[in-house]
């Protein structure tokens, strides 16, 4: 392989690097490719990698918030239809005297209607419920496999449960010391699968 000295054969180098280095392995190549060329300073396109992966992991919260913005509008959605047909049913079962009995099957049918209405509405409650939990869930602290930034987070949240599980142990220590009450054992065992399963990833 030829050694590469001008400055548009580098650039070049530098905007394939760009565009092609999506993983660890590929940079480890490239940074062989990059020796093998001459180029000693990797300075510069270790600034361009730093870079993209900050585009990489703004792309990624964006797209996270996007999903939670959706999720909280379809819930929003689903809430207010779920109210209106509910307001429709009552309304159309107020009209019933109270203790009357059915009257021949037109009577059925209106009643048949609003009882339909009130389980549409049910059913929309559901779906909000459902969008809603959804947007809690990925607004939490959960990690997902995608996020260019797990690694970081989930060492994060495993000294933050151990913490946690010190901290615990030196309360409990303490409380005995005293004769108070203890923490109960299924605290610190929820606490220590919840380690066991953030170590497992």
């Known amino acids: 392989m030829k050694k590469i000295k001008a400055k548009h054969d580098v650039c070049h180098i530098l905007k394939v690097t760009f565009v092609t280095c999506d993983t660890i392995s590929q940079r480890i190549q490239w940074s062989y490719q990059i020796k093998a060329c001459g180029l000693i300073d990797c300075r510069l396109p270790h600034a361009i990698l730093q870079r993209k992966e900050r585009v990489i992991m703004n792309t990624y919260e964006e ?24 307001e429709e049913s ?14 021949g099957a037109r009577d059925a049918n209106y009643r048949a209607r ?7 509405s049910v059913e929309l409650q559901s779906k909000a419920d459902y969008y809603k939990n959804k947007a809690e869930a990925a607004d939490n602290d959960i990690i997902s496999s995608d996020d260019p930034e797990a690694l970081n987070k989930l060492r994060a949240k495993l000294k933050a449960l151990e913490d946690k599980r010190e901290s615990y142990k030196a309360a409990n220590k303490k409380a005995k010391a005293e004769g108070k009450d203890i923490l109960p054992s299924y605290v610190l065992q929820n606490l220590g699968r919840n380690i066991k399963s953030v170590r497992d990833r």
């Open 63 to 86: 797209k996270k918030q996007q999903r939670i913005e959706r999720y909280r509008k379809l819930a929003e959605k689903n809430q207010e239809l779920s109210n209106k047909v509910a």
């Open 114 to 120: 609003a009882w339909d209405k009130m389980g549409k």
């Open 90 to 103: 009552i309304k159309m079962i107020e009209v019933i005297p109270m203790g009357q009995p059915i009257m």
